[in-house]
């Protein structure tokens, strides 16, 4: 089947530290990979995408890159800030369906 | 651009009540269009999702219903609220091609004293 793991939180970091927060998959089919970000009272907001391996998206300084042979599209930024401070989801869809599938989230706390 | 609606913001509702929450999408047509439920502290749970007017589908039973009345309006109810309705719920739409992602709005919490 299709699903998404991701590692357990919380984390807690202090500013400019290294982030990074793992994610895995298994899919049925070719699954294009997204991480979302959740800030507290707030909807999801897309942080950036990857559709085929090997692809990297990024953006706002986070980084994360469509590894087929490790199964895994792990998220990373080189210095996080107080305002990163969220909870973030992995997600695939597969392109033979309609639904996603959403780790359950991890929850990230910057600390000045 | 487009963009997404869900309202209310926040509801409380006594237990055994009706409820309704609206979402409606702009600037775009057919849209795959979702409900979740999010759980205190907890990730998403998949309530319906919908191809196209009339068209849901159910992921988990429960006493919510779902209906899509028009292109890009997508209701959620329940005739009788229970204490483990509570939570926040997001509304979602999503193109029809491959590949594209899913834009949330920005949820309704809703309380059930």
């Known amino acids: 089947g299709n699903s998404v793991t991701q590692m357990e939180g919380p984390v807690t970091l202090s500013e400019e530290a290294f982030l990074t927060i793992n994610c895995t998959y298994t899919?049925?089919?070719?699954?294009?990979l997204f991480w979302y970000v959740q800030y507290p009272g707030e909807g999801l907001q897309l942080l950036l995408k990857?559709?085929?391996?090997?692809d990297k998206g990024s953006n706002k300084g986070f980084e994360a890159t469509y590894r087929k042979e490790t199964t895994s599209f792990h998220l990373e930024k080189g210095s996080v800030q107080v305002s990163d401070s969220a909870v973030y989801f992995c997600?695939?869809?597969?392109?033979?369906?309609?639904?996603?599938?959403f780790g359950t989230g991890t929850s990230l706390t910057v600390i000045p | 651009s487009q963009t997404i609606h869900q309202w209310p913001a926040t509801l409380v509702q006594p237990v055994g009540s009706p409820l309704s929450l609206e979402c409606t999408v702009e600037?775009?047509?057919?849209?795959?269009l979702y409900w979740y439920r999010q759980a205190a502290g907890r990730g998403l749970q998949l309530l319906f999702y919908?191809?196209?007017?009339?068209?849901i589908s159910s992921e988990v039973p429960q006493n919510l219903s779902a209906s899509r009345p028009q292109d890009r309006q997508f209701i959620l109810s329940s005739k009788k609220l229970l204490l483990s309705d509570s939570g926040f719920y997001l509304c979602?739409?999503?193109?029809?091609?491959?590949?594209?992602?899913?834009?949330f709005g920005d949820g309704t919490r809703l309380s059930i004293l």
């Open positions: 979602a739409w999503r193109g029809q091609s491959n590949n594209q992602p899913q834009h």
């Open positions: 990857a559709t085929k391996a090997d």
């Open positions: 600037g775009t047509s057919n849209p795959n």
């Open positions: 997600a695939l869809q597969v392109n033979t369906g309609n639904q996603f599938y």
């Open positions: 919908s191809v196209g007017i009339g068209q």
């Open positions: 899919a049925t089919g070719y699954p294009s």
